[in-house]
């Protein structure tokens, strides 16, 4: 049975629940597949050979397969969500209901075998459940076989053809998948418009096409013999039809596209991959791509360095979907109008994703923030970078976003399932917004340079795998000394607010002042705080959270501008503070709560004090009479 996703999610953030290396198992899939597409009506036939291995430690006794082109359809669980949701994705809204049957998109499945015996299996919606003949124990691998075909529907979201850029085909989630099984138990989601979790392998791919096609995909491009040129059951390859083949290891998906048109254009990382562009030969957006390629290499070169370098041989950028979405060793996004700036940020954020769900194959489901949130951190910082822009925090459109969703009152815990969120804003600020700003304050939590030893160590230990949430931390942990269990179960947990106020001096003596500091929200957090004086001097402070236990030590602030001095540690129980500082009360002119926003401060308009205004006697204004009594 599968397991509540919401239930798998609250679990791993317990500390009980850490997935640590020692224990630690993920199955792993082989595919040979072979799809050859009729483009005169848009069908398809393949075959499928899977080799599967169970290293856990669970007898396997079903199977769940993917069938992710069945959403395409009318009365779908994707086209009803879109319809009955209060805001539904533009791209999507009631088009699927509105398709012709030549439109839609289709995936059947037959000749199911395990090692040879026929299978027992039953479609619904857009997953497939199979009883197998032998059960698969620990340890053990299978072959499972299948033959398969449909159509390609109009593209509405991410797959399909003839998208509205004018490419024939951006085929992603084509292929009947297995789902994922790990120690949550299995995990078939139907395929309701988010997003997607499977396991790492090797993958065969040949794909049969008109000679006049140019196709990019994922993996390396390797000669197509003779005997690959294997039609399926009972049809014949047609002599016009050209096959290539790609493979590619250490990837959880694959996705190809075609057109007659592309311009296929390649170079060479210098100590990264090869980077492949296709696109069609507009020229308006053509000098985008141009451009693209000289700003690729420093891409590639920030990333190696701050999260880890690039682990295949070559990612290709393919125009195709409905706007950008991510793929092992590939992406798929739009040329996206004029502006090159837009153009590189799509780019840079769908490049990230080959970090953060490329090589860390989270459940995108259970934890789309740990995705699209940690591409969306990296999309900043290496977009400052490529811009030039050199900000102190290039962070705060993720925070206009998050106190958007507050204020509009719609926020639910970072726990909550990519599909069921009330609301498609509540899900993109969460996954977006507040998965980036997890990030943002984890930096200034344990310090920069245990912030970015963290990052790199995620990589290391966790590339090719599944992480989540807490494998996270742990690290963070060991990197800064610190205890953390409290900042990932309040942030991803629960839906409380973050609110510090400075309210006023208190003289202590001669140079010696009390600032008065407040906790006005229900979530506790250390942050900095900025003392300006009249002599035009400033001093920073960082006041810890006593929750963390050890303090951090020669401490540099987010972004490494300013050295804070570390004061003694703040107890959440108490709902205020007061900061000793060596300054006289008189010459201190303002006082800011977190003055580089590195917080997640909903109300930014106590965070700042300065001395009420004291006027002097008008020396030129008449004198007034006063009546004597």
Known sequence: MQKSVFWVAVCALLPVAAQSQNGYWQNHVDYTLSVQVNPE??????????????????TLREVYYHLYFNAFQPESMMDVRSRSIADPDKRVTDRISKLRPEEVGRQTVSNLKQNGVDLYFETQNTVLRAVLAQPLLPGQTTELTLDFDGQVPVQIRRSGRNNKEGVDYSMAQWYPKLAAYDRHGWHPDPYVGREFYGDFGKFEVHIGLPATYVVGAT????????????PSKGRKAKKEVRWWRFEAENVHDFVWAADPEFVHKKIQIPNGPLLQFYHRPDAKSSRHWDRLAQDAPLFFAFMAEKFGPY????FSVI?????????????????????YEGFLGLFAHETCHAWFHGMLGTNEQAYSWMDEGFATFAEDEVMNVLTRKNELNPHLGSLRGYLALRKRGAQEPLTTPADLYDVNFAYSIASYSMGSLFLVQLRNIVGEDAFWATMRAYYENWKFKHPEPSDLIRLAERKSGMELDWYLALWAGTTKGIDYAAEGVQRFGAGSTGIQLRRVGNFPMPFDVEVRT?????????????????????????????????????DWTHPTYVLQVGISSEEITQV??????????????????????????????????VAPK
Do not use: C
């Open 311 to 314: 682990a295949y041989p070559q």
């Open 41 to 58: 009506n848009h069908t398809f036939s393949g075959w499928e050979r899977l080799k599967y291995t169970n290293n856990s430690p669970d």
């Open 534 to 570: 009249r002599s035009g001097a400033t001093y920073v402070y960082h006041v810890p959270l006593s929750l963390s236990q050890k303090q951090p030590e020669n401490r540099k602030s987010a972004g490494g501008r300013a050295v804070p001095t570390v004061v003694r540690a703040w």
């Open 319 to 339: 125009q195709g979907g409905d706007g950008g979405m991510e793929y092992p060793m590939a992406t798929l996004m739009l040329a996206q109008g004029d502006e």
């Open 592 to 625: 800011v709560v977190d003055p580089h926003q590195w917080m997640a401060d909903v109300e930014r308009k106590n965070n700042t004090w300065t001395p009420p205004v004291t006027h002097a006697p008008d020396e030129t204004a008449p004198a007034v009479e």
């Open 219 to 230: 993996g390396m491009e390797v000669p197509a013999l003779v005997n690959d040129l294997i």
